[in-house]
């Protein structure tokens, strides 16, 4: 059985600061993804950032950063110079065996 | 590309009524295809998947039902409807691209039972 777990229900990050969000799963799965989505007041989610669990490096898009920890099943986002577009539900998530396994997520709220 | 249609985008229905939430796949063959439940303030709930026509495989008892009709689409049902079914409920798609997946949700139907 796959797990994530969130521990953060809620953050709260300056603009313009940098905030981590925590994420650590567990899987049986040799072959498996993880991402980042995001989930705005409209409730589409949006992919936020995506690393395949044979890559060491870590992903990275633009502001946006991972830090995989895979034999500590850790999955951190780093959201650097935050922005007011920023806020959001933000859920880390793991893909294996055809499914998706979502944390319960963190709520980001960004201060002006 | 890859598109993926979610209807209605919004849905009360009374307790005891059928519902039928639709979901449909362009730009792709035989997909994947998922429908999730989300309760207020929560993570995403898988409750079906399908890997091809015809072929379910349920996550959670309840109850629901979903079909496959065709390959490209995906539809969640009830004949009657209880007030725990109130929630938002994504449909979602994925195919493997050689090493790679793709991952898409449709843009979700709010359900309030009342």
């Known amino acids: 059985a796959q797990t994530v777990t969130q521990s953060q229900p809620e953050m709260s990050v300056q603009e313009a600061e940098t905030v981590t969000l925590s994420c650590t799963y567990d899987?049986?799965?040799?072959?498996?993804?993880l991402f980042w989505y995001k989930q705005p007041p409209s409730r589409q989610m949006i992919l936020v950032i995506r690393?395949?669990?044979?890559?060491?490096q870590n992903a990275t898009e633009n502001r946006f950063s991972v830090n995989f920890q895979k034999a500590a099943k850790s999955f951190s986002l780093k959201i650097s110079d935050s922005q007011l577009g920023d806020a959001a539900m933000y859920f880390c998530v793991n893909f294996g065996n055809e499914k998706l396994t979502f944390g319960t997520g963190t709520r980001l709220t960004i201060i002006p | 590309s890859q598109t993926i249609h979610q209807w209605p985008a919004t849905l009360v229905q009374p307790v005891g009524s059928p519902l039928s939430l639709e979901c449909t796949v362009e730009g792709t063959s035989n997909p994947n295809l998922y429908w999730y439940r989300q309760a207020a303030g929560r993570g995403l709930q898988l409750l079906f998947y399908s890997v091809g026509i015809g072929q379910i495989s349920s996550e959670v008892p309840q109850n629901l039902s979903a079909s496959r009709p065709q390959d490209r689409q995906f539809i969640l049902s009830s004949k009657k409807l209880l007030l725990s079914d109130s929630g938002f409920y994504l449909c979602a798609w994925s195919v493997r691209l050689g090493t790679d997946y793709g991952y898409t949700f449709g843009s979700g139907t709010r359900l309030t039972v009342v």
């Open positions: 690393q395949e669990a044979y890559k060491q």
């Open positions: 899987t049986s799965e040799s072959d498996y993804y």
